[in-house]
């Protein structure tokens, strides 16, 4: 089992050295162009795992199992292994800049999938087709009113299970691909992590 406590320690001190603001799922330094995520926790690395100074981790932490990139470049992702504890993670980045939320969206499924086809274990998938671009307004709009009952600023982690709740019970007769995707980005929004215009439009 990862130990995403210590985890996120070490790779909280990278973030602290190489970017002022970073969070990507989802997302986001989009205003740098890179986003990165772990295991649906965004997060930045350190030092060098050889598949580009986005995805940088340290040989002394991690054995890296393999990589690759999408969108000539633009998604990237490595497979690796923690070598304290034999846990294996996978790393995402997504240089999103320029790209509008449901663009920056398909740009994650991409990397997501090409990451997945690839993982040393086997990960779950969200049922349904690609959502559509008004399937992921309302998620994200169905997520923000499930997060109108807590404080303004309570962090995202705090607020997941209530909003992939609301979100899953409201598509729970048209599933699509991408629910987790929105639930996430209206957390990091009203958690102040992300700009509201990281939103779809119409969930704004």
């Known amino acids: 089992m990862i130990d995403l406590d210590a985890l996120g320690r ?36 350190a030092v060098a795992s050889g598949i580009g ?58 990397t997501k999938a090409a990451a997945d086809a690839t993982s040393p274990v086997p990960v779950r998938t969200e049922a349904g087709a690609l959502c559509r671009p008004a399937q992921l307004t309302r998620a994200e709009t169905v997520a923000l009113q499930a997060l109108a009952r807590f404080a303004p600023g309570t962090p995202a982690d705090a607020t997941k299970a209530a909003t992939e709740a609301a979100v899953t019970t409201a598509f729970s007769d048209d599933p699509c691909r991408g629910l987790e995707y929105a639930a996430e980005q209206a957390r990091l929004v009203r958690a102040g992590v992300e700009p509201r215009e990281l939103l779809m439009p119409g969930a704004r």
């Open 53 to 110: 100074p986005d995805l940088e981790l340290n040989p002394a932490d991690w054995s890296i199992l393999g990589g690759g990139s999408t969108d000539g470049g633009r998604g990237a992702y490595v497979h690796a292994r923690r070598t304290g504890d034999g846990s294996d993670s996978t790393f995402m980045v997504e240089h999103d800049a320029g790209l509008g939320p449901y663009e920056a969206f398909l740009l994650h499924e991409r």
């Open 10 to 45: 070490d790779l909280t001190a990278a973030h602290d050295r190489r970017l002022s603001r970073l969070r990507r799922r989802t997302r986001a330094a989009r205003a740098g162009g890179a986003t990165v995520l772990l295991a649906c926790t965004f997060a930045t690395v």
